[in-house]
């Protein structure tokens, strides 16, 4: 009796063990990478620029026709805190005191990602990655899991917990309804005094951003936030200082979120393959008594 | 009960299909549900137990709060928590409540797949243990969901097939009906229902594979979940490679310590209900249960250390929160090994069952920690749930016991049921006795 | 008879010179310069041209090198180390109002070769840049309304003044 468990549970260590290993050491190459629509179009945001005078915040939220705001959007008051998008801002500007005499402020909005962490983790595919760059969301199949603003490694997605016959997710889009369609700048980029904002198609800004960082080396931290982060955003950042030191992610991983469960999902057929016959095969070499027949075959317990 | 049973001996609590020791008329579903007393004797002995008055308390103040989540909207009992999105329902009500409900298909797979017949006696306590945590989470989530009424829509409106999410819907979906299915049998058997029980018991053994499949990658997309938000939850409860496995393996001690408890507390509490095959083997039950759940504990801790070795997360372990990480896994986890072997080794089945609670609260407080306490850890503050959103996990965990209390009460799962029914027979010949005196009214 | 001749014709000759000269170095500056050819939420800028000359002098600190003086930025001397005077100097002339329409971005790619002022600011831009800049060092107003009010319509977008939120003063702290 006892060599037989141990020999069941040989078998099954060996074969969880070697699903495991099959699936640890395989990488999620075969998918390859998606290096974004070719016409996808992107925002240079650059940091130096940016005064806080919230003009962006004022557009946003006239262009979008988002609920009256708590402070007037000329209300510098704002700055005393730190703030994150909600459900009724879906942009803010955040004032960082990166030196005695220095201050930066930065502009805080859906990062529009090649692959969005959002879009991955919607059990009801309720985001689309445009070709022309935008990531929107399909409000009429959302379930409200949640799962989304779990997944955004930047903290966008906000949710309208208030309504309770349709709270929905809530966050920029990239003004995608009513002007990136149309191939113009979202309203923010509008009506930036500074054009902290540059707006042009992904590929180009990348170009672009280098270019500047290379014409004025001793203004910018030579970096381009967005360019790889996350597989790559179509917001992207320039600054004076260290990204951490004025709110972003300085250890944000490079490949898309998508891909750290990749492995896992790849484990799912594995199983449901697998499974039925290995447990069928236990079954039938545990349950075989002495005169060679299987429990079934006496007929059924009560 | 136990105390009305004390002062009314002779009660017959129903346990068969018919009355007079199965020789008489069929209880009525009435009686079945008041178990053979009358309506004002069930009320009566219910309202002498306190613990019914603390439950009649905990609903009187959490009902309402539960109707106003629906009414005001989520704010009103969560407030806007928008980086911190999922919250008590879930961290508790989901993520704890499944790992400690994987009992249905280890013990179906105990009995069904390696053929070990002895655990019969606990086999549909496990089973229901099982359906119930299920279920009870599918309401903590309608109760946490956005927009609940379309919680079939990942089923039949939309697909995002990508999402590690979707996986789960699928599966706590499809597995609800492998569990309903396999605690049905003692449903049929209560309803006089024999032809439903001789279908299902065809099936047993499809039933409890799909049931090891199903757990297997439900239990492990559970932990998955987490992968999406790799900076959130503090390193020394991830890890990139095996979170899955650490969700999944640690489901394993989860649930057959979950029947520990539950099997010592329907003993100690409703000693009435359960049978001699029950009493009687219990112990010797529990300690088996134990040597599962123990090895699935050390494999545990091993591979939470081979996680922090993989990353070489150390350091973590001496900072505060490095601290609390050796709470969770001293108490939940080493401590409850050294009380199970304890018990294992000295046939202690006290020590056993001390190490069962251990490990429970240890499996809960790794979901808490995961998805709520450390999560955005970097932010500096952790999350607490604001008091309407305690009260409404209270409750409906409350529901829970009632809902596992009245089912135990009731169907043989405690008990074997005295009507034996043959596999191609309705029923046992009617009694002679009541043959005779349908034979004489006709005339 | 003959000397006195010739001191007219010197005379004359000199008056004839400073005028030309007047002209043609002087007359074509403005003294007051109204900035208005983008407004929507502020009304135009009534801009000090004068003052300005006076105080800076150096003319390229904001026409680069459209009006004849040296380039200092590298990245521009590497071209326009010689580049004279030119025909446009007013910021409107080079400066795009639109710059992110679909035609100025193709027109922008489209060049060839594509390296020339890729990251040339709009006009809105290249006024706020360059004002705002200067001032933040120098002292000079640097309010958004130091320089030009808003309209009804800014305080629209801003929900400001008569458009102020009615909602409480202090404002609800974003839950985290």
Known sequence: MIERRDFLKGCLACGVTAATVSVASGKAMAAGSFEGYPDAMGVLVDLTRCVGCRSCEAACNAEQKLPEPDLAFDDMSVFKEKRRTTEKAYTVV???QVATEETLFRKIQCNHCTEPACLSSCFVNAYTKTKEGAVIYNASVCVGCRNCMIACPFNIPAYSYSSPLNPLVKKCIFCYDTRLKDGKPPACVDICPQQVMTFGRRADLVKLGHDRIQANPAKYVDKLYGEKAVGGTSWMYLSSVDFDKVGFDGHIQNEPIISNVKDFLGFVPMVLSIWPAL????HLLATKNKDGHHDHEEGDHQ | MKQFLTRNPGTQVIDSLRKDNDKGRPWTLMEKIFLGLTPQQYVSQAMGNPLNWIFAVIFLIGFPVLIGRYIFGLSWAVGDPYDNAWGLFLAFGLFGMVPLSSSGFQLGSAVEVFGRHDFEPIERLGILNGILGYFFAVVFLMVDLGQPWRLPYPMVVSWGPEAVL??????VATYLSVQAAETSTAFFEWMGWPAGKTFIKKMALGLAVAGI????LHQGALGALSTYAPGKVHPLWYSASFQWLYFFVSSLPGGLCMVIVVSTIALKTMGWRCDDIYKNSLSKLQIALAKGASMGLITYLTIRLIGIAHDNKWAYLATGWGAWWMVEIGFGV???LVLLTAGIRNNSVTLVRMGAWTTIIGVVLNRLNVYMFTFNWQQGHVHIPPIREIIITVTVYSLYIVTYRAIL???PILFKWKTRYSDYAVLEPKPVAIAEAEAASSK | MHAVKRQMILGVTGILMMLVSSVCFGAGI??????????????????????????????GLCHHHTTGAQVADPNCARCHKNSGAQAVVSCKGCHTAEPFTPEALKQQRDQQPPIYHRDKPGLKAAYHISCLGCHEKMQGPTGCQDCHKRTDGGDAIFKSGKYAPKAPAKPKAAHH
């Open chain 1, 279 to 282: 447990f069928t095969g236990v």
């Open chain 2, 213 to 216: 499949i199903l757990s297997t």
């Open chain 2, 166 to 171: 979707f996986l789960v819907a699928w599966h």
């Open chain 1, 94 to 96: 955040n004032k960082y």
């Open chain 2, 334 to 336: 080493i401590l409850s």
């Open chain 2, 409 to 411: 009460y009731r169907w």
């Open chain 3, 30 to 59: 403005p003294d007051k310069v109204t900035i208005n050819s983008i407004q929507k939420y502020y009304a135009p800028v009534s801009f000090n041209h004068a003052a300005h000359i006076n105080k800076l002098k150096d003319c």
